[in-house]
């Protein structure tokens, strides 16, 4: 590999030592999945162009073939039909199965959108779901759920981009104008979230402190925690996660402009 990219930065130490495998005294394992690999995939076109232009552009400027992307995306098979059975009973009542195969026929639900009834189903089904949750975190967590709250939910991967840190700071502001406001009139709010951070992100895990110390504050704060409680669930996975996308009323999908690539999690 070494040898490929003398040849082909016509000996330009810099490039060189930028994209070879070892180099100061360490394996580079980004440059050895490069120099063996035959596709290169972002998930995104967004995240496709920053691997060609920027992050590996010494690379694609000899070996352009090898850059692709496909974009992230999820199968409704398992993410509606599967974890949330209910609703999937619903759908197949209101349009036919023919949706599992053919997702665009979901349009035909519109003809729905101010049906009463229909409304109404939803509403126990999003009911049943936040209970089958309240149940789950109060048997691995302690955490009692108030089902009868609004579930607003941010549970994805941690990075300053996704802006938990903004989200957790409108919950202070919002803790603050309670203590405030003690007789407004406030609908209860439960504040869902759950993330992980790669290992030495540093500034990530200070995000996560604080979001545990704004639970433990509000969640024992006699003065709020009847209206607001703030929930951090641990190692957030596929499992924990079928059970809460179900149940969750508002998403937040607050990601700084053009850096969220395909928002899987909403």
Not at 30 to 43: D, F, K, P, Q, S
Not at 166 to 189: G, K, R
Not at 257 to 263: D, V
Request: aromatic fraction near 10%.
């Amino acid at each position: 590999w070494r040898a490929v990219l003398n040849e082909k930065f016509g000996g330009d130490g810099g490039r060189i030592a930028r994209n070879a495998i070892i180099e100061g005294g360490k394996v580079h394992m980004a440059n050895m999945c490069l120099a063996g690999c035959y596709m290169i995939n972002g998930v995104s076109a967004l995240h496709g162009d920053i691997l060609k232009n920027s992050l590996f552009a010494d690379v694609y400027s000899f070996e352009p073939e090898k850059f692709t992307y496909v974009t992230n995306g999820i199968d409704h098979r398992r993410w509606l039909s599967q974890i949330n059975p209910k609703l999937d009973s619903l759908v197949r009542e209101l349009i036919g199965p023919g949706y599992l195969r053919k997702p665009e026929e979901l349009i035909g639900l519109r003809r729905f959108e101010n049906d009463a009834e229909v409304l109404m189903r939803l509403q126990e089904i999003k009911g049943f779901n936040k209970a089958a949750l309240a149940e789950y975190m109060k048997k691995t967590q302690g955490f009692e759920l108030n089902t009868d709250a609004v579930l607003d939910v941010q549970v994805k991967r941690l990075h300053e981009y996704k802006r938990q840190h903004m989200n957790a700071l409108h919950i202070l502001s919002v803790y603050q104008w309670l203590l405030e406001n003690p007789n407004a009139d406030y609908t209860p709010h439960t504040f869902f979230f759950g993330a992980k951070a790669a290992p030495g992100y540093y500034f990530a895990k200070e995000i996560l402190q604080f979001i545990v110390c704004l639970a433990d504050t509000i969640n024992n704060d006699p003065r709020v925690n009847e209206v607001m409680k703030v929930c951090f669930i641990p190692n957030f996975r596929v499992s924990n996660a079928q059970l809460i996308y179900p149940a969750a009323e508002i998403s937040e999908q607050i990601s700084t402009a053009g850096k969220e690539a395909s928002g899987t999690s909403n």
